[in-house]
């Protein structure tokens, strides 16, 4: 499955939606519509074509088809997806749009299923003029011709027109405001429905719980954080303390993944307005690759109370209502308390993934 990508700061240029940065939104919209097509039966491998080095991480979710990014050629679109498919005659191939925000992975592997019944096959756009989905069987040579008309030009390369049903979001690609508009918050992908779902609250935090409220750090915050994070005992399992610049960097970078993500770390409160600590959701690093995390921290006179296991309970459920499949709990090996917050919100450790990144793993299906 060939996924060719733009660079985000260089693509949707059409796509203007109040609240959300542009180039978030598009990176978002890309790494959704791979992460599904990753999770699609019947897909053995993704290839993305992109010059944009952040369009393939933080995807895919597991279980799913590995992923690899091959550089775009330059020449425009069906050169991409020419240079994705070169290495891969003698398999089946299919071109994916980037940009098929609505996409699930049931509607891609049911028109995959289709497909295999011809030697090539096409999926026309909403519009019915474009295409979203092209295939061709393992020997049949590869030709492609997405752009304007597109659908009527693949149909006069012999592609065989796929019945997919209009409303599915395999024919619903998103250039413009208008089209994401028509997809609905609840539609889309989890990336992009977390950048949806901010702009229209004006907030990125999940819901208060029983005792604790999450809000989103701002600049006077900072008094609290540096204390929290210079912290000898808090910081214990970290190379170091922080000091107060690295305080308020922790809060710029908080602020930049609202931007970026619809969510990040946020500032944990009780009922009366105290300060108790932080926590959020985060992509990290395993691998080569970026994993959602649940991250906290708590003011050591308050530890033992169980508010990190109920914020990072309420960070769990919003990962869950914004659709990923998945989310972890990165920590170190002799954290025993943080590893039983992890578990008292579901997380079990994952044992294959501990021993390849010489940290405990906790993992959890959403």
């Known amino acids: 499955m060939v996924v060719p990508v733009k660079p985000a700061a260089a693509g949707k240029s059409r796509l203007t939606v109040a609240g959300i940065d542009r180039v978030a939104l598009a990176r978002a919209i890309a790494r959704d519509t791979i992460d599904a097509a990753a999770q699609a039966a019947g897909v053995g491998l993704v290839v993305v074509v992109t010059d944009d080095p952040d369009a393939a991480t933080t ?34 191939r299919a071109a994916l749009l980037g940009d098929v925000a609505g996409l699930r992975p049931s509607e891609l592997a049911a028109a995959l299923r289709d497909a295999a019944a011809v030697d090539r096959a096409v999926v026309p756009d909403a519009e019915g003029t474009g295409s979203t989905l092209l295939t061709a069987a ?53 990336r992009t429905a977390a950048l949806l779902r901010a702009a229209r609250r004006g907030d990125t935090a999940p819901a208060p719980t029983a005792r604790l409220r999450l809000r989103e750090m701002r600049a006077d915050d900072l008094d609290d954080m540096a204390v929290l994070l210079g912290d000898p005992d808090v910081m214990r399992y970290y190379p170091a303390p922080r000091s107060r610049a690295e305080a308020a960097e922790w809060i710029a970078r908080s602020r930049q993944r609202y931007l970026d993500d619809g969510f990040g770390l946020w500032v944990v409160e009780d009922a009366a307005g105290r300060f108790v600590g932080d926590c959020g959701l985060t992509w990290q690093p395993l691998g080569d690759r970026r994993v959602l995390e649940v991250g906290y921290h708590v003011s050591p006179p308050l530890q033992g109370r169980g508010y990190a296991a109920e914020a990072a ?31 008292k919100v579901g997380m079990r450790r994952d044992a294959a993934e501990s021993a390849a990144a010489g940290i405990t793993v906790m993992r959890m299906a959403l």
């Open 313 to 343: 309970a309420a960070s769990r459920d919003l990962a869950r209502s914004l659709g990923f499949t998945e989310l972890r709990a990165l920590v170190h090996p002799d954290n025993a308390a943080s590893a039983r917050v992890a578990e």
């Open 59 to 92: 995807v895919p979710s597991a279980p799913a088809a590995p992923v690899t990014v091959v550089a775009d050629p330059g020449g425009g679109l069906n050169a991409a997806i020419a240079a994705g498919t070169a290495a891969h005659a003698h398999r089946p």
């Open 138 to 190: 393992a020997g049949v040579e590869w030709g492609s011709r997405f752009g304007l008309d597109s659908f009527a030009r693949h149909r006069r390369l012999g592609a065989a027109p796929l019945g997919v049903d209009a409303a599915s979001g395999l024919r619903r690609d998103v250039d413009t405001a208008a089209q994401l508009d028509s997809l609905g918050e609840l539609a889309v992908g989890p």
